[in-house]
């Protein structure tokens, strides 16, 4: 559907969809609107693989998010107009109009190698080779901290188990011994 092209399977098929389409025959047109990019009030309207927005109160731009203030003052990135005097700011921006996201990542908070990606009054780490979480604060396997001859994956499980044993760091199973009488 909607442009999309489908390859038949063994009783199955699957869909390419052409980009603002998904689902599993490209029938569900992507809503570009549910994460409500309008700022300051503005309305969303959504079309296929795009969106636009109608500003009010002085909102101007592609996301509404520049308003024009009576003195001639522009306030920026959702900033509300003040008078007198600079531009209210909202989270995560600073500066007299609002112009300037505030970095985030200054106080470097990715820890073991990661790298720190700014965003709006937040960050994400990309963390380096094993490691996870939020910050890369946590070690994915530490070869010491896996048991009974367990060996560390570089991702998904922390340790490579043995046959016969089971568990995050191979600390589930039992070694049989068998004695032969003789």
Known sequence: MHGGTCTDGVNSYTCACVLGYTGSSCE????????NPCMNGGSCADEVNYFTCACVNGSIGTLCGTTECGDGTVCHNGGACTNPGPCDCVTGFNGTMCETNIDDCSTTPCMNGGVCVDEVNSFTCNCAAGYKGDTCQTVLCD???CQNGGTCTPFGHPCNCPPGFTGDLCENGKLCHVFING
């Open 28 to 35: 569900t047109d992507i809503d570009e609107c549910a994460s």
């Open 143 to 145: 070869l010491s901290n």
